[in-house]
């Protein structure tokens, strides 16, 4: 019998639980031998299915040889941290689907976990129930990754989404995924691009194998985005998505953010509606691959952190390649970049000239709105001083 325990009970830790409980037959057959949930750490008890395994003391995982692997799913840094320190010192292994813990100090307790012989391993951090790291780091293994973008937060998708299909403003198709479960009490991190943001860098790390600040990466979300923007571009073939990207940079170094996007309608990713996500991962060998699925919830979360605890029982001892350098510097601003922008202007066709010169016009109708030619994002942000700018986003392709 092979003990694990869990650190939180929410939905999350509950899935994970749930998995273990339900697909007992298959994960024995795959292990060669049984796998039981033995403790849960929790802040208060409570009443139900799993009130005999909850503990308020770490140390009863701490101490306990009999357990292997911890599956933290406590969420935040401050406890996680702490406790994933600890767990890993005692010679645990640890899984878990924290992206804020992995996105912040993913190097450092990398770095322990291989100077104490275990796994740190966090599928479920990206993707929820998307394979992707796996992928990354094995499948593609023998690719230069030159760039990784995608659709990381399937809340933000839900309402962008909403506001295509029914025309709702974003307050309202808001209030909707909050009915629904999709969005939190507070969607700060899901709405303003900080989730997306966690993820992007977990992936630029994985991919270009030095550490990407969180706090150098900008993440702009959907909040300010008005429903006239959404409708222009559909009008005009585009859809309107939140991406996180990652690039590596020619002549040397990389960068990051999270920013809305017009997406040519025939893209796939045009197509990833309400709560899916989609990852698109650029090989100088394979060319682009596109990873589909639903990027969250209990069950398939919960199945990623699961996969991770039983490929941290069978690597043996632990898996190599997972890894990246503390060292941030090569990190440039994603103004470097060379795209085409989106501009809704208070202004005339005239105004767009002169400031970009030759330019797509979309709409005119007391305010312009126009695609320039590919420009650095520095180069955009100076022309269009000039001008009283109401929307802008960059356009994918």
């Known amino acids: 019998m092979i003990q694990i325990a869990i650190m939180g009970l929410g939905t999350?830790?509950?899935?994970?639980?749930?998995?273990?409980?339900?697909?007992?037959?298959?994960?024995?057959?795959?292990?060669?031998?049984?796998?039981?949930?033995?403790?849960?750490?929790?802040?208060?008890?409570?009443?139900?299915?799993?009130?005999?395994l909850m503990t308020d003391d770490f140390k009863r995982i701490e101490e306990d040889d009999s357990i292997r692997v911890v599956v933290e799913t406590i969420g935040g840094v401050e406890a996680a941290y702490e406790y994933t320190k600890r767990a890993l010192n005692a010679g645990k292994h640890v899984v878990t689907a924290n992206k804020q813990l992995v996105a912040e100090k993913g190097s450092e307790l990398l770095a322990l976990a291989r100077k104490k012989n275990v796994n740190y391993l966090f599928e479920a951090s990206v993707g929820g129930g998307i394979p992707v790291l796996h992928p990354l780091t094995q499948c593609m293994a023998a690719n230069r990754i030159d760039e990784i973008y995608g659709i990381l937060n399937g809340t933000s998708n839900y309402i962008l989404t909403r506001m295509v299909r029914t025309g709702a403003f974003f307050s309202d198709a808001l209030r909707e995924a909050q009915a629904k479960g999709y969005a939190e009490a507070d969607p700060?991190?899901?709405?303003?691009?900080?989730?997306?943001?966690?993820?992007?860098?977990?992936?630029?790390?994985?991919?270009?194998?030095?550490q990407v600040d969180p706090a150098a990466v900008p993440m702009e979300g959907?909040?300010?985005?008005?429903?006239?923007?959404?409708r222009i571009a559909q009008r005009a073939g585009y859809r309107v998505k939140l991406?996180?990207?990652?690039?590596?940079?020619?002549?040397?170094?990389?960068?990051?953010?999270?920013?809305?996007?017009?997406?040519?309608e025939e893209h796939p990713l045009a197509n990833v509606e309400d709560v899916y996500n989609?990852?698109?991962?650029?090989?100088?060998?394979?060319?682009?691959?596109?990873?589909?699925?639903?990027?969250?919830?209990?069950?398939?979360t919960a199945s990623a952190c699961v996969a991770d605890v039983m490929e941290a029982l069978q690597a043996s001892p632990r898996r190599e390649e997972i890894g990246w350098e503390a060292n941030p510097a090569g990190f440039r601003d994603p103004m470097e970049l060379h795209t085409r922008y989106?501009?809704?202007?208070?202004?005339?066709?005239?105004?767009?000239?002169?400031?970009?010169?030759?330019?797509?016009?979309?709409?005119?109708?007391?305010?312009?709105?126009?695609?320039?030619?590919?420009?650095?994002?520095?180069?955009?942000?100076?022309?269009?001083?000039?001008?009283n700018v109401l929307a802008c986003m960059r356009v994918l392709g």
């Open 278 to 300: 989609a990852v698109v991962v650029k090989g100088n060998a394979t060319g682009e691959v596109m990873f589909y699925g639903r990027g969250a919830g209990e069950l398939p």
């Open 342 to 387: 989106y501009f809704r202007i208070e202004g005339s066709l005239t105004d767009a000239a002169m400031a970009f010169g030759q330019v797509e016009v979309l709409s005119e109708d007391g305010e312009t709105a126009f695609l320039t030619d590919s420009v650095s994002g520095e180069d955009a942000a100076r022309r269009a001083k000039s001008l």
């Open 12 to 52: 999350v830790g509950t899935g994970v639980a749930k998995v273990v409980a339900e697909n007992a037959k298959q994960i024995e057959r795959k292990l060669g031998e049984p796998l039981q949930v033995k403790t849960i750490l929790v802040r208060h008890f409570q009443d139900g299915p799993y009130r005999q």
């Open 222 to 230: 959907i909040s300010k985005l008005s429903l006239r923007d959404v």
């Open 243 to 264: 991406l996180g990207r990652c690039l590596r940079l020619p002549g040397g170094g990389r960068t990051a953010y999270v920013a809305p996007h017009l997406i040519p």
């Open 188 to 210: 700060t991190a899901d709405v303003e691009g900080i989730d997306a943001g966690r993820k992007i860098c977990i992936l630029a790390d994985l991919a270009f194998g030095s």
